[in-house]
């Protein structure tokens, strides 16, 4: 019998999200719920792209001051390609470094836990090898941005 292959990070794409201001929409029968516009941004590496404005993070923020992370949005290819990325994944560390993220704050990324897993759907036959990869991002959360590194699952 055959063992399962054990899957290797590749390098795949640098991501820039320009992030507005944050509607806190307090507490609802879902949690604590917090949507986050996207106004813009950059894709660069394996992908070359601009983030366009209107989507957003739909996070909920959890009782042990963790953020689910459920950002949807679009970028667009110079070569005039729409990709539309979700992405799902969680903000954690201590209750001090929470709340100055929650705040603004720029926080170094060791001191918390940031992470995201990525689909990816496009029309572009030239993109099309995007939808057949899982990829997984290391984020960091600055006060107007999300940066992010993706990297493919082999």
């Known amino acids: 019998?055959?063992?399962?292959?054990?899957?290797?990070?590749?390098?795949?794409?640098?991501?820039?999200?320009?992030?507005?201001?944050?509607?806190?929409?307090?507490?609802t029968r879902a949690g604590h719920r917090r949507v986050?516009?996207?106004v813009g941004g950059e894709i660069s590496g394996a992908i070359e792209a601009t983030i366009l404005p209107g989507g957003a993070d739909w996070q909920l923020v959890?009782?042990?001051?963790?953020?689910?992370?459920?950002g949807r949005y679009s970028a667009r290819t110079a070569d005039d390609d729409l990709l539309f990325l979700?992405?799902?994944?969680?903000?954690?560390g201590p209750p001090d470094v929470l709340a100055a993220l929650l705040a603004g704050e720029d926080v170094a990324p060791t001191e918390?836990?940031?992470?995201?897993?990525?689909?990816i759907e496009t029309s572009a036959p030239a993109l099309a090898s995007l939808e057949h990869a899982v990829f997984v991002a290391s984020c960091i959360r600055h006060a107007a941005t999300v940066r992010y590194t993706a990297f493919r699952v082999t």
Do not use: C, K, N, W
């Not at 959890?62 to 459920?70: K, M, S, V």
């Not at 918390?112 to 689909?119: D, M, S």
């Open 62 to 70: 959890r009782t042990d001051g963790a953020l689910e992370i459920d």
């Open 36 to 38: 986050i516009p996207i």
């Open 86 to 92: 979700q992405v799902s994944g969680v903000r954690s």
């Open 112 to 119: 918390y836990y940031f992470r995201t897993a990525l689909r």
């Open 1 to 27: 019998m055959s063992e399962p292959i054990v899957p290797e990070l590749v390098r795949a794409f640098d991501v820039t999200v320009r992030l507005g201001p944050v509607e806190d929409h307090g507490a």
